[in-house]
């Protein structure tokens, strides 16, 4: 695989997830994700966290989500909140920026954080420093693709490499890619969630069972 | 005339900004310990003991000359942690030391001897004299120079004092003052750059948005604004605007890089040795890709596309700075 | 109130006064100045050394030492161009006629390394190794770094005693800051380094330079940038004697020198306690703002009031 697939950025995470779904329905489908990935990453991420405490929000610009990071000590924890203001989101950190800028950030062939910041493509509010240390521990752990399609229960990750293959230049066109990938990926969540609620429970007590499936296998 | 090629001296801020770098093509990689014997003593960045081993082990096994950083000035009654570093350097076979604390290093050349020592910009030597004196005194065998010197003054340097190499910056962040003598940031957040190797630390930084209005601020005072679009830069005072006699202005520098490329042929005239890269605190995407457009450009071709490296500067822009007269 | 037995220095003028302004400062010094030492030469820049500045400074010299005062040559405190390292050369040179010469650029221990010199502030010396590498080289005194905190101080004193050696500190003035080889005074007013027309002249005590926000923060002085707030340390003067500090360096200011040298003379002499002397300094500095933060460990620009 080549390097820009293998990159993995927060902000790819965040194209995989948000979507004009109810936010609710958005957290069942992504807890297993986000727990998977914690539970890979975590370790990687060393410690470059340690002795580092706070809540940081990853905020795309002009959508309704947010992703968070509860630090704590070296320990990682990932939620998926309405977007708000820092204090209300509970952020002792907050970073806004387009998708693409989050998602091209973490590759070799895309701009650097500084870079993101000196343009204005990215704004960092509250603890500067929080913000630094997860930037340098996620580089750093180099997490791949593989990552994101090893924590994503059945089906989505068996979708995902096929889906993948349309990110190779994720940061030249990032928006209409990341709406390509978004699509391959959510358009079945969606369609369930839009014929039942209920069934959104019973999918998400399937992914728990496949979930610890894997850990067990 | 240097029949050998410069060599290419590059940052590193972790095990995979090591791994970019030497990819790309580094002749050397320059990294540093997680801790406050490192003048880029930023949270998350850096290596700790056993990855700077295995750094030094990477470097070693594909090529590239590992360079460790030991560049802030040790604490009174306390100076352990930094001579445990240059020991495990030493043990692990680093390339160079690179220091600038004249205790340490009469440590590291008594204890060490085989270690070859490398002077750090943070010494701030500028002169032949300076050069004569850490080279009689401490065995220096290579000086980087400090960002104050045109390249005429780095040819006479070199020419009065040719068994010391010299390294010179060629791309990346640009300091105005003479390094490793400046106390602004240590004047508005009590953490010292020499001491605490941090200029402006991350911990005393602060963005504020009103609109499209960005404010930066360091400890209590503001460093700049920033109106709607305008490019950014570092928070760190040299690149503030101020008010002087009631006008507002970036009194020290502008915020831009630097970028030497088109220096080249005039430093290697000049007997310069190495050039270096600032940016440890930078991503693998700027290691990768200027790394790869300055190794093009020694190797004297010019086919790289210059704006690939562009828009890694501060504001967009790039100076050849204070390596041409007019600067001063 | 017990005596306390340091010496008291007035450290070199920092800013560019005019040849006249410079001779009423020293012979004031000369006359009245309770100062043991002088430290007397341009440490910022070598363009400052006009002949009318030259004349004076020497005239200076003369009554200075006529007065019985030791006077000690300093060096320029960075020295990149040629004239700047010609400077240095040509002052360290005065060290083999006898004269006592201050280290201020390390190029300056090349020439004086093996003979008595004394290493001045804005050499890096942070640590008990670098002043015993000093020693071994002939230092007969170090005044610290201004932003030193109090135990590095109290450290670097003892170890200064041990090595029977003199240790300064600095405890009254406008801190440098930085220093480049660019002068900002001459950018602040449209101009060059090379263009400059010594436009650093107007300002006797530095440039003034606000935040955005109108908050005063630094000064700029030719080459050099200052704090803007004045460090003053008074209370802490017996701990830093009995710590092993045995000279108080003064770093002169646009005000009556001699009685800022008398405040400190009277507190050392045990004329005056620290309240006091204190007090009347305050009342010397009229309004300009006050810091102490560097020895306090704190933000330098801050004022660590009493416990």
Redesign the interface.
Known sequence: MSQSVRTFSPGLLLGLLIRPIPLSALRVVARPVMDGLIADLGPRLGDRLSGLQGRLAIVPTGHPVAVVLDIDDGALELDLIEADTREAMGAVAAVRAPLETLTAMLDTEGMDGDASFFARALTIEGDTSLVMALRYALEDAGAGIDDITNAMPWPFGAALPHAMRFGQRVHAAASRDLATIQDAILAPVRTEVARQDARMSRMESQMQRTQRRRAAS | MNAVPMELVCPAGTPAALDAAIEAGADAVYFGFRDRTNARNFPGLNFSPKELAEGIETCNARGARPMIAINTYPDASDDSLWRRNVDICAEAGAGAVILCDMGLAGYATKRHPDLRLHLSVQASASNAPSVQFYRDAFNIRRVVLPRVMTVEQIAALTAAVPDVETEVFVFGGLCVMAEGRCSMSGYATGISPNKDGACSPASHVRYEEQGEIMTSRLGNFTLNRFGAGEAAGYPTPCKGRYRVQGREMHLFEDPCSLDATSLLPDFARAGVTALKVEGRQRGKAYVAQVVKSLKAAIAGQTATDPTATRRFMEAGGATTGVYSGAWH | MTQLSARLALGPLLYHWSADRRRALYQAVAADGPYDTVVLGETVCAKRETPPVMEAMAEAEVALKAAGRAVIRPTIG?????E??TA??TVARTANAGALVEAN???????L?GQPHQIGP?V?V?????????AE?GATCVTLP???PM???V??AG?AKRLGIDCGVTVFGR??????????HA???GL???TCRLICEQDPEG?????????P??V?NGLQ?Q?FAVTLIVREIPKLIEAGVTVLRVSPLDMDMVAVGNAYADLLAGRASVEEAEDRLLDLLEDHEVAN??LH??????WVAAE
């Open positions: 960075l020295a990149v161009a040629e700047e390292v240095l050369e650029d390390v190029g300056a221990l090349a020439l390394s804005m890096n942070y640590n008990e190794g670098t002043l015993t590498a000093l080289r201004w932003e030193l135990d590095n101080v450290a670097l170890t801190a440098p800051l930085a220093i480049s080889a660019r002068c900002y950018r602040a007013n060059h380094k090379a440039l003034e330079v606000e935040t955005l926000d109108g908050d923060f630094m700029v940038t704090a933060g560097f460990n704190a933000p330098g620009a801050d």
